[in-house]
């Protein structure tokens, strides 16, 4: 039986936009301004997208602690110009050598974060020292910088640096995410020092300047980072502070597991969707989910949709839910890593037609909530991303990769036009980028309408959250054949993913991109 449901998230009447950036000197999006900002001023300087890439991804790291960092993961995709080459970038979690999967008996319920899986005893696998994985971020950084930058790497951090020393400046979005996650990150004493020092979440006077987190300690390993480079973090003296930083606090993080670390970087010839080409993010990502969920959509519909409606929206749902069940019931790793091929996401162009498509995480909202006390690392929770049920393609494992959410995509279409598409959300993820993908390809929309059109999300459960904006006639549509919830998008709590776009067009040679609209943080900037 289908049903069609208001949810009762109560909601504020917005009508909201955000125009599309077009620039000559190519553009980045990101999660959050500031960021975008030093990406652009890369570009600008004469960087090429994968410069700007870095830079910015150690500046959201800064600006944007809750969602990514160095204690974090990302998965990237780009095109080399140069080479006429896409690339994928795997550097995502491990779990460390010295895990056992007995430390994490099943309990009653459900976690109490993103996945829903089976609860665990005291949530260990959620939140605390024991959900910590091996971070694979600043390797991942390491490899593309060898392999493609044309800046040096202490340059590439120096934004992240300034931005560092001059603290974390807290406005009501910043109180607003602090405040939300206040309760866990109270329970331990170094995240509660740095993020609620009084006990409250920072909260800035009206009329008043804004309060400042002091990031001291983060400015300063980023600082060792930046001379000592990236071997320093997984070998060398960084590695020792912060392998005993981990276990002062109870963290299974050894020096073997930092010095085993290795990321993946190779080529890609990406996959056919209609007459475009993907080139999705390989490996334990969510990139092998969309190349069969846009497989499944192609097959249901026999020709190229050239408009919305509510045949192509139940065809996404069908095509999601389908590959979903697949998803989750056989993907993973073995503790060899013998399988083939809540986050921030960040694009970047160039003029030379470079694109970037990177997403990096800390997987849930402040990661694991337990702040490294001297070198100020956030740390990620990447033993969330197992399935704690034993005996399955994903569950828990010493050495082992988890299957994760991250889906970042660059298409290239019928006239050579190149887009990065990504996103933050969980499960919600691919969804997103699915639909943004079809609308640009199929529907032949612009940027613009792309990132302003209503979504549907369909990330393996029962129901589809349908967005408030969309047709009543697709609603109705949708409403014959799934239980569908009506939810409006909005600042928070976030019900669907939170995505970015960014194109070249290789006959005019601009770039246009796009920011996830009801963010009031996230911007493209342009590098004129």
């Known amino acids: 039986r289908s049903t069609c449901r208001m949810s009762n998230v109560l909601a504020e009447k917005w009508?909201?936009?955000?125009?599309?950036?077009?620039?000559?000197?190519?553009?980045?999006?990101?999660?959050?301004?500031?960021?975008?900002?030093?990406?652009?001023?890369?570009?600008?300087?004469?960087?090429?997208?994968?410069?700007?890439?870095?830079?910015?991804?150690?500046?959201?790291?800064?600006?944007?602690?809750?969602?990514?960092?160095?204690?974090g993961c990302a998965f990237m995709v780009t095109y080399s110009a140069a080479h006429d080459k896409t690339y994928v970038l795997e550097s995502g979690v491990r779990a460390p050598l010295a895990i056992d999967p007995a430390d994490y008996p099943l309990s009653t319920g459900f976690d109490s974060d993103l996945f829903n899986w089976p609860g665990v005893f005291e949530n260990r696998n959620v939140m605390g020292p024991w959900s910590v994985a091996v971070p694979g971020l600043v390797?991942?950084?390491?490899?593309?910088?060898?392999?493609f930058a044309t800046w040096g790497w202490s340059d590439l951090i120096a934004p992240a640096i300034e931005l560092a020393e001059r603290g974390l400046r807290v406005d009501w979005y910043s109180s607003l995410k602090i405040?939300?996650?206040?309760?866990?990150?109270?329970?331990?004493?170094?995240?509660?020092?740095?993020?609620?020092?009084?006990?409250?979440?920072?909260?800035?006077?009206?009329?008043g300047p804004l309060p400042v987190i002091d990031l001291k300690a983060l400015h300063h390993t980023l600082q060792?980072?930046?001379?000592?480079?990236?071997?320093?973090?997984?070998?060398?003296?960084?590695?020792?502070?912060?392998?005993?930083?981990?276990?002062?606090?109870?963290?299974?993080?050894?020096?073997?597991?930092?010095?085993?670390?290795?990321?993946?970087?190779?080529?890609?010839d990406g996959f056919s969707y209609r007459d475009v080409t993907v080139n999705s993010?390989?490996?334990?990502?969510?990139?092998?989910?969309?190349?069969?969920?846009?497989?499944?959509?192609?097959?249901?519909?026999?020709?190229?949709?050239?408009?919305?409606d509510g045949q192509l929206y139940g065809a996404?749902?069908?095509?999601?839910?389908?590959?979903?069940?697949?998803?989750?019931?056989?993907?993973?790793?073995?503790?060899?890593?013998?399988?083939?091929?809540?986050?921030?996401?960040?694009?970047?162009?160039?003029?030379?037609?470079?694109?970037?498509a990177l997403t990096q995480t800390l997987l849930s909202l402040f990661g694991s909530k337990?702040?490294?006390?001297?070198?100020?690392?956030?740390?990620?929770?990447?033993?969330?991303?197992?399935?704690?049920?034993?005996?399955?393609?994903?569950?828990?494992?010493?050495?082992?990769?988890?299957?994760?959410?991250?889906?970042?995509?660059?298409?290239?279409?019928?006239?050579?036009?190149?887009?990065?598409?990504?996103?933050?959300?969980?499960?919600?993820?691919?969804?997103?980028?699915?639909?943004?993908l079809s609308f640009l390809a199929d529907c032949q929309m612009t940027v613009h309408d792309a990132i302003h059109q209503p979504r549907i999300d369909v990330s393996g459960g029962t129901d589809i959250t349908v967005d408030t904006l969309l047709d009543p006639d697709i609603v109705e549509f949708l409403s014959r054949h799934y239980s569908v919830i009506t939810i409006p998008q909005?600042?928070?709590?976030?019900?669907?993913?939170?995505?970015?776009?960014?194109?070249?067009?290789?006959?005019?040679?601009?770039s246009t991109g796009a920011a996830f609209v009801m963010s009031p943080v996230a911007a493209a900037v342009g590098a004129d």
């Open 179 to 207: 405040a939300s996650a206040a309760r866990d990150l109270s329970r331990f004493p170094s995240s509660k020092a740095l993020f609620l020092a009084d006990g409250q979440a920072p909260v800035g006077e009206w009329g």
């Open 316 to 356: 996404y749902a069908a095509a999601m839910n389908e590959a979903y069940a697949e998803r989750l019931c056989g993907f993973g790793d073995s503790p060899e890593g013998a399988i083939p091929s809540c986050t921030t996401h960040l694009n970047v162009v160039d003029r030379e037609g470079n694109v970037v």
């Open 139 to 147: 390797a991942g950084l390491d490899a593309v910088v060898e392999r």
């Open 370 to 436: 337990v702040v490294l006390p001297d070198t100020g690392i956030l740390m990620n929770n990447g033993m969330m991303w197992f399935d704690p049920t034993p005996d399955r393609a994903n569950s828990i494992a010493p050495g082992k990769r988890p299957l994760s959410n991250m889906c970042p995509v660059i298409m290239c279409d019928r006239v050579g036009r190149r887009t990065a598409i990504g996103a933050s959300g969980g499960r919600r993820i691919m969804s997103a980028v699915l639909q943004l």
């Open 224 to 268: 060792r980072l930046a001379v000592e480079g990236a071997e320093s973090f997984y070998r060398g003296s960084l590695a020792e502070d912060i392998v005993r930083d981990a276990s002062l606090l109870g963290m299974k993080l050894g020096v073997d597991d930092l010095k085993s670390y290795t990321p993946v970087l190779h080529a890609v």
């Open 490 to 510: 909005g600042v928070y709590p976030s019900m669907y993913a939170c995505p970015g776009i960014a194109q070249f067009d290789p006959h005019t040679g601009n």
């Open 281 to 308: 993010a390989t490996g334990l990502s969510a990139g092998p989910t969309l190349q069969h969920a846009l497989g499944l959509l192609e097959q249901n519909i026999s020709g190229p949709p050239t408009a919305p």
């Open 15 to 71: 009508s909201v936009t955000k125009p599309a950036v077009q620039s000559s000197g190519g553009v980045v999006t990101s999660q959050h301004y500031l960021a975008s900002e030093v990406g652009a001023r890369v570009l600008a300087q004469g960087g090429n997208a994968m410069d700007a890439a870095v830079a910015t991804s150690f500046a959201l790291g800064v600006v944007e602690p809750w969602m990514s960092g160095l204690g």
